[in-house]
């Protein structure tokens, strides 16, 4: 489909446009030439022969705000859904499609803003502007189409880290009224989802029936991830009902999943938790190598919950997670914001008794050297309390490592 498609592409209307963006979402085709062809068409790909030609500047700006003026806001969620399925990420493209469903959102129904939300978050953009507008329409919409729609929708305001009272109490509504419709996997989510906004316990505890009920018949049914989102949302919102068993299987997946996204972690992200246990090594007075190596090595713990922790250290008293923040836990947009996952975690290492220090890997791949990621750490100790006077004079002081 995807080659016709590209040929067309310049006599489609928007709504043609908008169709094909998502059909190939749904079919999960990853076709990074035909996505920047349908960019270029929109107006956020500028074509030209001079080098210095970018979307910020004046002209390639105007054009792309005259044709994305020409969608509806229907059309605008679509189209930006198609790209997020497809993980085709085109920031210029999120950033026009985010400005106009923020002027246009009055036009959707609460399937399209839902559609439009769950693209933002799997593209990662915490534009508070226009989920302010999506959720505003949603609300006024009186209700959502269906209740997968309602877990869609709790799932990626979860996952934004959004903040609703009164979109938590409608989606909490809905996702206990529409539970028994939902599959394990959307129950998860919507119960994941909730957890992190504040939904109402009850709706919660239908959510994990449903998932309960799916795990008990067949373990292997839910995917680790999903199992070990179950687990997460059940320690976030303790009075849930889920079965004993049913949660203690859950951690065991939350820990296995752990374990396969470190064995597929990039070049970089390895190096990125290699680096950082040495700061905090080095932060907490190690000096030799092999008193850092050793010390790096001693970090890694395991909560009395059963949760396994990279990085935990104990100052005066108080137990410390040090949790490294990968790129794709942060906002593309505002890269200070932590995401859901990296929210969640957070909650669930608190539950556990630990005074949690986030390290965005944006923050500290930025530092200068071993030195100042370690006085990065030691001030980062600080803000949950612990008193690091003491080590900050030390690492301020020269080394010698002949001295007695």
């Not at 990420?89 to 246009?104: F, N, Q, S, T």
């Not at 976030?236 to 004993?244: D, H, Q, Y």
Request: aromatic share 6%; net charge neutral; proline share 4%.
């Amino acid at each position: 489909m995807s080659g016709p498609a590209a040929t067309l592409l310049a006599s489609m209307s928007p709504a043609q446009m908008s169709v094909v963006a998502e059909a190939l979402g749904k079919s999960c085709v990853k076709d990074a030439e035909l996505f920047n062809k349908m960019s270029t068409q929109v107006g956020t790909r500028i074509k030209s022969t001079r080098s210095n030609l970018n979307f910020d500047s004046p002209e390639p700006r105007a054009q792309a705000t005259a044709n994305i003026a020409k969608f509806k806001g229907g059309e605008l969620a679509r189209l930006l859904w198609g790209f997020a399925a497809a993980h085709h990420e085109d920031g210029a493209m999120a950033k026009a499609a985010a400005k106009a469903l923020a002027d246009k959102a009055g036009e959707l129904s609460s399937k399209e803003a839902a559609q439009a939300i769950w693209a933002l978050a799997k593209l990662r953009r915490t534009d508070k502007a226009t989920l302010d507008a999506l959720v505003k329409a949603a609300k006024a919409k009186g209700g959502f189409e269906s209740p997968i729609d309602a877990a869609a929708m709790a799932w990626s305001l979860g996952f934004l880290t959004y903040k609703d009272a009164d979109a938590a109490r409608s989606l909490s509504a809905a996702l206990k009224a529409g539970a028994g419709e939902l599959s394990a996997a959307h129950a998860i989510d919507g119960a994941w989802g909730l957890a992190l906004m504040g939904g109402d316990k009850d709706a919660v505890s239908a959510l994990f029936a449903v998932a309960a009920a799916a795990v008990q018949k067949d373990p292997a049914s839910v995917d680790v991830y999903q199992m070990g989102a179950l687990y997460n949302a059940a320690v976030l919102v303790p009075g849930a009902k889920l079965p004993e068993q049913v949660q203690a299987f859950a951690l065991k997946m939350y820990n296995l999943g752990g374990e396969s996204m470190a064995l597929k972690r990039s070049s970089a992200g390895s190096a990125f938790v290699q680096e950082l246990g040495e700061a905090v090594a080095l932060a907490l007075g190690a000096r030799y190598r092999p008193e850092v190596a050793k010390a790096v090595k001693s970090y890694a713990s395991v909560s009395a919950d059963g949760v396994a922790i990279d990085i935990a250290v104990t100052l005066d008293g108080a137990k410390i997670a040090v949790e490294p923040v990968y790129p794709g836990y942060a906002s593309a947009t505002h890269p200070n914001v932590m995401l859901g996952p990296a929210a969640a975690r957070a909650g669930l290492l608190e539950a556990a008794g630990y005074k949690v220090v986030q390290v965005p890997f944006v923050e500290f791949v930025a530092l200068a050297d071993t030195k100042a990621k370690a006085a990065y750490i030691l001030n980062a100790l600080k803000s949950t309390g612990a008193k690091v006077d003491a080590l900050q004079k030390k690492l301020s002081e020269p080394f010698d490592a002949y001295a007695e």
